[in-house]
């Protein structure tokens, strides 16, 4: 596995609402998690369960919320979608692969945002999205 960033985290996750199960593959290919409509031409990563339980708070779907611990099966870099435009440095370790993520297992004990702080974070995606801003590509 090869990073750009110097430091690359011995645990990933993915937050999703998909019902998946260890040994599955994340692939490229499909819809985003955040409804953005159009297939993906990456796969994505985090070193931090809190980046990740974002993702499964923000995901569209009715499935249930879930994190899943997964494991990269090829190179993967910094998300620039976060790391160039939000969050310099990538202190979110973010990341993203055109390689699938392998399932390894569930991390079924987790707490979410506050409903507030949630609701903040859906208007402010909603916002960016009436701006044009691509949330995801």
Do not use: C
């Amino acid at each position: 596995m090869t990073s750009s960033a110097d430091t690359v985290p011995q645990r990933f996750y993915h937050g999703t609402r998909a019902d998946l199960k260890p040994g599955d593959l994340i692939v490229v290919g499909y819809k985003s998690n955040y409804g953005t409509g159009k297939p993906l031409s990456w796969v994505y990563l985090t070193g931090t369960l809190d980046a990740a339980i974002w993702g499964a708070e923000l995901a569209v779907g009715n499935g249930r919320e879930r994190i899943y611990i997964v494991e990269p099966t090829g190179s993967i870099v910094s998300d620039p979608n976060l790391t160039d435009k939000k969050f310099p440095g990538n202190p979110t370790q973010s990341y993203r692969s055109r390689e699938p993520l392998r399932i390894l297992g569930e991390i079924t004990e987790w707490q979410g945002h506050s409903p507030e702080r949630l609701q903040e974070m859906r208007d402010n995606v909603q916002r960016r999205k009436a701006e044009g801003a691509e949330i995801i590509d």
